[in-house]
Protein backbone atom coordinates (compact mmCIF):
# COMPACT_ATOMS: atom_id res chain seq x y z
CA UNK A 1 0.00 0.00 0.00
CA UNK A 2 1.56 3.23 -0.96
CA UNK A 3 -0.67 6.09 0.29
CA UNK A 4 0.28 10.10 -0.50
CA UNK A 5 -0.36 12.82 1.81
CA UNK A 6 -0.94 16.53 -0.17
CA UNK A 7 -3.07 19.30 0.28
CA UNK A 8 -6.38 19.33 -1.19
CA UNK A 9 -6.75 20.64 -4.56
CA UNK A 10 -10.51 21.18 -6.20
CA UNK A 11 -10.46 17.71 -8.67
CA UNK A 12 -10.67 15.97 -5.68
CA UNK A 13 -13.62 18.01 -3.96
CA UNK A 14 -16.18 15.12 -4.85
CA UNK A 15 -14.32 12.22 -3.43
CA UNK A 16 -13.65 14.30 -0.52
CA UNK A 17 -17.42 14.84 0.11
CA UNK A 18 -18.19 11.01 -0.84
CA UNK A 19 -16.05 9.96 1.68
CA UNK A 20 -16.66 11.83 5.08
CA UNK A 21 -20.51 11.80 4.17
CA UNK A 22 -20.52 8.80 3.35
CA UNK A 23 -18.82 7.81 6.82
CA UNK A 24 -20.93 10.02 8.97
CA UNK A 25 -23.90 8.75 7.59
CA UNK A 26 -23.40 5.37 6.70
CA UNK A 27 -21.27 4.21 9.51
CA UNK A 28 -22.45 6.57 12.26
CA UNK A 29 -26.04 6.69 11.23
CA UNK A 30 -25.78 10.68 11.65
CA UNK A 31 -28.82 12.73 10.04
CA UNK A 32 -26.16 15.21 8.29
CA UNK A 33 -25.88 16.23 4.58
CA UNK A 34 -23.44 17.75 2.51
CA UNK A 35 -25.54 21.39 2.59
CA UNK A 36 -25.33 21.51 6.26
CA UNK A 37 -21.84 21.49 5.58
CA UNK A 38 -21.14 24.74 3.46
CA UNK A 39 -17.18 24.11 4.47
CA UNK A 40 -17.17 21.51 2.18
CA UNK A 41 -18.51 22.86 -0.79
CA UNK A 42 -15.39 26.00 0.18
CA UNK A 43 -12.67 23.95 1.42
CA UNK A 44 -10.05 26.28 0.42
CA UNK A 45 -11.67 29.36 1.14
CA UNK A 46 -13.10 27.88 4.99
CA UNK A 47 -9.65 25.71 5.85
CA UNK A 48 -6.95 27.08 3.29
CA UNK A 49 -6.21 30.75 4.69
CA UNK A 50 -4.26 32.08 7.50
CA UNK A 51 -1.98 29.14 9.06
CA UNK A 52 -4.80 26.35 7.69
CA UNK A 53 -4.94 23.72 5.19
CA UNK A 54 -7.02 20.93 4.25
CA UNK A 55 -4.66 17.36 3.87
CA UNK A 56 -6.12 14.24 1.58
CA UNK A 57 -4.92 10.82 1.94
CA UNK A 58 -4.70 9.52 -1.80
CA UNK A 59 -4.54 5.71 -2.43
CA UNK A 60 -3.44 6.19 -6.00
CA UNK A 61 -5.69 8.74 -6.95
CA UNK A 62 -8.61 7.68 -4.75
CA UNK A 63 -9.17 9.87 -2.07
CA UNK A 64 -9.01 7.48 1.27
CA UNK A 65 -8.52 10.00 3.98
CA UNK A 66 -9.14 13.62 5.12
CA UNK A 67 -7.89 15.97 7.77
CA UNK A 68 -8.35 20.07 8.16
CA UNK A 69 -6.69 22.31 10.77
CA UNK A 70 -8.57 26.08 10.73
CA UNK A 71 -6.48 28.85 11.71
CA UNK A 72 -9.10 30.10 14.98
CA UNK A 73 -6.53 32.82 15.71
CA UNK A 74 -4.09 34.02 18.88
CA UNK A 75 -2.02 31.20 17.52
CA UNK A 76 -4.75 28.30 18.04
CA UNK A 77 -6.44 26.28 15.40
CA UNK A 78 -8.95 23.27 15.26
CA UNK A 79 -8.36 20.25 13.98
CA UNK A 80 -11.63 19.34 11.88
CA UNK A 81 -12.64 16.81 9.03
CA UNK A 82 -10.56 13.95 10.16
CA UNK A 83 -12.28 10.77 8.37
CA UNK A 84 -10.25 7.55 6.97
CA UNK A 85 -12.15 4.87 5.10
CA UNK A 86 -12.46 1.73 7.16
CA UNK A 87 -10.71 -0.31 5.26
CA UNK A 88 -7.56 1.75 5.82
CA UNK A 89 -7.95 2.48 9.79
CA UNK A 90 -5.12 0.96 11.45
CA UNK A 91 -3.10 0.10 8.44
CA UNK A 92 -0.74 3.73 8.85
CA UNK A 93 -3.17 6.55 6.97
CA UNK A 94 -4.58 8.05 10.29
CA UNK A 95 -1.23 8.35 11.86
CA UNK A 96 0.08 10.03 8.39
CA UNK A 97 -2.93 12.19 8.26
CA UNK A 98 -2.03 13.37 11.75
CA UNK A 99 1.71 14.32 11.59
CA UNK A 100 0.98 15.95 8.82
CA UNK A 101 -0.89 18.43 10.76
CA UNK A 102 0.94 18.36 13.50
CA UNK A 103 4.19 19.09 11.66
CA UNK A 104 2.66 22.07 9.67
CA UNK A 105 1.18 23.46 12.92
CA UNK A 106 4.84 23.26 14.63
CA UNK A 107 6.44 25.10 11.23
CA UNK A 108 3.48 27.68 11.30
CA UNK A 109 4.09 28.45 14.70
CA UNK A 110 0.76 27.48 16.16
CA UNK A 111 0.90 26.59 20.02
CA UNK A 112 -2.68 25.06 20.63
CA UNK A 113 -4.96 22.68 18.44
CA UNK A 114 -8.29 21.73 19.92
CA UNK A 115 -10.98 19.50 18.18
CA UNK A 116 -14.37 18.66 19.25
CA UNK A 117 -15.83 15.21 18.92
CA UNK A 118 -18.79 13.57 19.12
CA UNK A 119 -19.03 10.42 21.80
CA UNK A 120 -20.07 8.01 19.14
CA UNK A 121 -16.46 8.29 17.78
CA UNK A 122 -15.21 6.38 20.36
CA UNK A 123 -11.88 4.74 18.33
CA UNK A 124 -11.39 8.36 17.34
CA UNK A 125 -10.85 9.33 21.12
CA UNK A 126 -8.64 6.49 21.84
CA UNK A 127 -6.43 7.99 18.54
CA UNK A 128 -6.41 11.22 19.70
CA UNK A 129 -5.83 10.38 23.65
CA UNK A 130 -2.95 8.11 21.97
CA UNK A 131 -1.02 10.84 20.02
CA UNK A 132 -1.08 13.49 23.09
CA UNK A 133 -4.40 15.31 22.96
CA UNK A 134 -5.59 15.67 26.59
CA UNK A 135 -9.29 15.97 27.17
CA UNK A 136 -10.88 19.33 28.18
CA UNK A 137 -13.67 21.11 29.31
CA UNK A 138 -16.38 23.31 27.04
CA UNK A 139 -15.42 26.38 29.12
CA UNK A 140 -11.51 25.85 28.40
CA UNK A 141 -12.06 26.11 24.67
CA UNK A 142 -10.94 29.04 23.42
CA UNK A 143 -14.06 31.42 22.46
CA UNK A 144 -12.66 31.42 18.70
CA UNK A 145 -13.13 27.56 18.48
CA UNK A 146 -16.11 26.50 15.94
CA UNK A 147 -18.18 24.32 18.36
CA UNK A 148 -20.51 21.92 16.48
CA UNK A 149 -24.17 20.96 17.55
CA UNK A 150 -22.98 17.38 17.59
CA UNK A 151 -19.61 17.80 19.35
CA UNK A 152 -19.64 16.57 23.29
CA UNK A 153 -16.00 15.35 24.41
CA UNK A 154 -13.60 17.92 23.45
CA UNK A 155 -9.29 17.77 23.31
CA UNK A 156 -6.14 20.08 23.11
CA UNK A 157 -3.15 19.40 21.93
CA UNK A 158 -0.35 21.97 22.75
CA UNK A 159 2.21 22.23 19.86
CA UNK A 160 6.22 22.21 21.12
Known amino acids: MSIVIQSFQQPYQDQVISLICGIQR ?38 IGTIALKDIGNGDSALRKMFVAKEYRGKGPSKALLDTLLGHAKKEGITSIYLGTTALFVPAQFFYKKNGFIEI ?24
Open 26 to 63: GEYLMDITPEQQPDLKDIPNFYQTGRGNFWIALDKTKV
Open 137 to 160: SPENLPKSFPRMAVDSKFYKFSVQ
